[in-house]
């Protein structure tokens, strides 16, 4: 029985698969950055970049899709503190766009985004993948009313969906 399942899985095209992710919250992007060795600032803004520059990759030649791309971008808001979105953030970072197979991150030019992002000896880098990642595309405003408490030290749970 297990060798008839194993040879029907080799005959479903790969097209028919789907990346299956957890679910991405901010609340799950507040523990990781927290527990984290490196340095995060947490921003809303607008992030601004080359979107010609966005990896691409199709089921028929994924094993040519780079599994990380860097991307330049500006991205321009405020960040976190004590007192909300306050200080303002004008900075140029690093976009690093991973990609699984042929999943990859597709982040909006443009658009009003909640990021967290990691501050390094080289400058600010804001972490993407297919499943999320560190950046937020249009944040709800239940979004920002949580990482609002999650840096305040109140309750931060990701809620299992």
């Avoid at 089921?59 to 330049?72: D, G, I, K, L, Y």
């Avoid at 405020?78 to 766009?97: C, M, N, Q, W």
Wanted: charged fraction near 20%; glycine fraction near 6%.
């Amino acid at each position: 029985m297990i060798r008839s399942i194993a040879i029907a899985l080799t005959l479903i095209p790969v097209q028919g698969w789907a990346l299956s992710c957890l679910p991405h919250s901010v609340e799950a992007a507040f523990k990781r950055a927290a527990e984290a060795k490196e340095i995060y600032v947490i921003v809303r803004g607008a992030l601004e970049f080359d979107t010609e520059a966005l990896p691409s990759a199709d089921f028929a030649r994924q094993n040519e899709t780079a599994p990380m791309t860097h991307v330049q971008a500006v991205l321009r808001g405020k960040s976190l503190t004590e007192t909300g979105f306050s200080i303002p953030f004008d900075h140029r970072v690093t976009l690093a766009i991973a990609c699984y197979g042929p999943w990859c991150a597709k982040p909006l030019s443009g658009s009003e985004v909640l990021a967290f992002v990691e501050q390094d000896e080289d400058g600010f880098v804001v972490a993407t993948n297919p499943c999320g990642g560190y950046l937020f595309d249009t944040p709800k405003p239940a979004m920002i009313r949580k990482v609002k408490a999650c840096f305040a030290g109140y309750d931060c749970v990701p809620e299992v969906r």
